[in-house]
């Protein structure tokens, strides 16, 4: 098996540029990691290598607001239908008429929308942790989804997304705590999964009583580095990133509920999907979990050709177990996306 290293790209499309991380060779079929909040490129860091060394072209992008990529200082700057635009736009400039997308958390939604409004691009679409037609259509459409059970409605009326509505109140509280240290905040976010969490509630629901994050502090809490998920190198990196930009951008891609859900109004054939999609859950994902709650229940209504599996993962599935992941993925492409598999002269 030949190894393949990482390598920096810069492309512009239109007036602005986009960072990305290449792995593969520039002939082999395109496959695109898309990351969330409040991530990099760099998240992909274990999964690139793999499938660079299968023959693909796997690429991952800087998304819109963060790392080297355009940063933008305005929150409608960041509905979906502008990040699903810059990435259609990176495929262009790729030279593909197709990939794979594959997405988590905020690039989940990014992964959905292509495929909703743009499935001549998609081989297929792969996402973790968040599935179709939940955060891409705004709270309002979570609402629905909540295990009251956990989350009665007297007490959470909002459940476990309160902490997207306080987004919506609070802007500036909540950017502020991440922005006071960046490096202290990802180093408390990013954590592995809790099996002792499992039916309760997230620790998101306090946000509002707390009147913040992390218990309502104006700084993130300076905890033990989970290396599990995340190195001293990798936390820097983001902080850095995190430091240079702030987090208005990345905040901001909770700020578009109406525009969001507006264009997923929009999808082309009734938001169904006929190509093959992979959801890959994680098991101890508090907030966004799928395995027990009915989060996952649109998803299963509009996929028509869907594979489900399940990582013992928390929310940072591809820090976190990234052989796991790369083991489901690569089974799932061999199997039901067989045509977009490199063929080795």
């Known amino acids: 098996m030949r190894t393949a290293s990482i390598t920096e790209h810069f492309v512009r499309t239109g007036t602005r540029e986009t960072f990305y991380l290449q792995c593969g060779p520039n002939d082999g079929p395109v496959i695109v990691f898309i ?146 240290d960046p490096y202290a905040a990802i180093k408390a976010l990013f954590r592995r999964g809790n099996p ?13 009583d707390a009147g913040g994050w992390f218990g309502g502090v104006d700084r993130a809490p300076d905890l033990v580095r989970d290396e599990t998920v995340i190195s001293e190198e990798e936390l820097c990196a983001y902080a850095e990133s995190l430091s240079r930009n702030g987090f208005f951008g990345p905040d901001s891609y909770y700020m578009n509920d109406a525009a969001n859900f507006a264009y997923s109004e929009k999808s082309v054939n009734g938001g169904y999907l006929d190509m093959p999609v992979l959801f890959i859950a994680g098991r101890y994902d508090i907030t966004c979990e799928s395995v027990d709650s009915r989060l996952a229940d649109p998803m299963k209504a509009f996929c028509r050709d869907l594979t489900t599996d399940v990582v013992m993962s928390g929310h940072w599935m591809a820090q976190e177990k990234p052989v796991e992941v790369n083991a489901i993925l690569a089974q799932w492409l061999a199997t039901k996306v067989p045509q977009s598999w490199p063929i080795h002269h």
């Open 196 to 208: 002792e969490a499992l039916g309760k509630p997230s620790s998101h629901v306090k946000v509002f």
């Open 35 to 180: 990351h969330g909040w409040p991530e990099l490129a760099i998240s992909w860091r274990h999964i690139l290598p793999c499938f660079g060394a299968l023959g693909f072209r796997a690429i991952a992008p800087d998304m819109r607001g963060y790392g080297r990529s355009a940063i933008h200082r305005t929150h409608d700057a960041y509905t979906q239908e502008h990040i699903v635009a810059d990435m259609v736009a990176l495929l262009d400039a790729l030279g593909a008429e197709k990939a794979i997308w594959v997405g988590h958390d905020w690039g989940t939604a990014t992964v959905w929308g292509i495929a909703s409004h743009h499935p001549e691009r998609c081989h297929g679409v792969a996402n973790l942790c968040v599935p179709y037609r939940t955060i891409e259509r705004g709270v309002e459409a979570l609402l629905p989804l909540v295990d009251r059970a956990i989350y009665p409605d007297e007490k959470y009326p909002w459940g476990q997304w309160a902490y997207m509505r306080f987004y919506h109140e609070r802007f500036q509280r909540a950017t502020g705590v991440f922005e006071a």
